[in-house]
């Protein structure tokens, strides 16, 4: 039951980022972006994909003691990883809203009454059908977090659980009220990083290719490396980048509940970024590089607008 509820986090998480994405926008706010007081706004987002979603559980299942072949047995404690291929969300055709947007939003706030808590920000959302296809869906022994690289992958064998399955679902409202003291993000960024993002020395480990033959036609003795000299991200036709992120804590329902989480939503410049990876070395750090590589107007969408809304929780 873990795992589905881990997919079924990840589903929601997709389909409730544009009401997230607003929450931390009281009505001073939207009239210094706007000039007006209320705010309507419609989200023509046109897809969201992610190429591959892994979800490590760094526990495992635990051993129950349970004799092999019983039901629950065969947990050994050890880190496991669900890998999801191939998501992808877009509007379902058969269930647009009038205006063919995403969604549609009507933002206001009010001074409510003294009894009911003061004022508070109003959120009437109109959301558009959704298809959703996930592509199949595999688990796999978790790897071992990298020193030199963010990755941490898998290992051994990956065994396919599901095929891929597809969900669709109609329009849909919702009203959402933030108050007496309506919630602003924890840890707002909007500023500009002079000279953009600059990595250097990134190197990808692959351990297993010891003991292959090299082109020298001799075993490997080394883990086989992608070497990145530098990657440097800037805006679109420019060297500063632009960061924008709201960074919120939701707290528990009750003291000791453990249900509270983290969220981040972040905004990307509308016309995208450019990032410039110099030398890349294939096979170890000094290897001769094959080249540079350069990406122009990079542009990632979620369903509240530009950039990536991401929702973490422990258990």
């Known amino acids: 039951m873990k795992m589905f509820a881990k997919l ?19 009505d001073a706010a939207l009239s210094a972006a706007t000039g007006q007081d209320g705010i309507n706004i419609g989200l023509g987002v046109t897809s969201v994909t992610i ?52 969604a549609d939003l009507k933002i206001d706030t009010d001074a409510g009454t003294t009894a009911t ?26 790897g071992t977090a990298g020193t030199t690289n963010i990755q941490r992958g898998t290992t051994g064998t990956a065994n396919e659980i599901l095929s891929g399955l597809t ?7 919702a009203n959402i009220q933030l108050g007496a003291a ?39 003795t080394l883990a086989g490396e992608i070497h990145l000299d530098s990657i440097k991200v800037a805006d679109n036709g420019g060297t500063d980048m632009t960061v924008k992120a709201n960074v919120s804590v939701v707290g528990e329902s009750t003291a000791g509940a453990k249900d509270g989480y983290l969220r981040i939503v972040s905004q990307s410049p509308a016309n995208g970024s450019d990032i410039y990876i110099k030398g890349v070395h294939l096979g170890s750090a000094n290897a001769g590089s094959i080249g540079d590589v350069e990406i122009q107007g990079l542009k990632t969408t979620y369903s509240g607008g530009n ?5 973490i929780s422990g258990h």
Request: glycine share 14%.
């Open 8 to 26: 079924a986090l990840v589903s929601s998480m997709a389909i409730s980022a544009n009401a997230m994405a607003m929450q931390s926008m009281d």
């Open 51 to 102: 190429d591959k979603l892994l979800i490590h559980d760094n526990d495992g299942y635990a051993n129950n003691g349970a004799a092999a072949g019983t039901i629950g047995s065969g947990g050994t404690g050890t880190a496991g990883a669900i890998v999801v291929n191939n998501v992808a969300i877009t509007p379902n055709m058969d269930a647009l809203l009038p205006s063919h947007n995403l």
């Open 117 to 142: 808590g003061g004022a508070f920000l109003n959120v009437a959302a109109k959301v558009s059908g959704l298809n959703i296809n996930v592509g199949k869906i595999e688990v796999a022994a978790s």
């Open 167 to 173: 969900l669709k679902t109609g329009t849909m409202d």
């Open 182 to 220: 309506p919630q602003g993000a924890m840890i707002m960024l909007n500023t500009t990083m002079t000279g953009g993002l600059e990595i250097t020395n990134l190197g990808i480990k692959d351990k297993s290719t010891i003991g292959q033959t090299t082109l020298s036609g001799v075993a490997s």
């Open 307 to 311: 950039g990536a809304a991401i929702t």
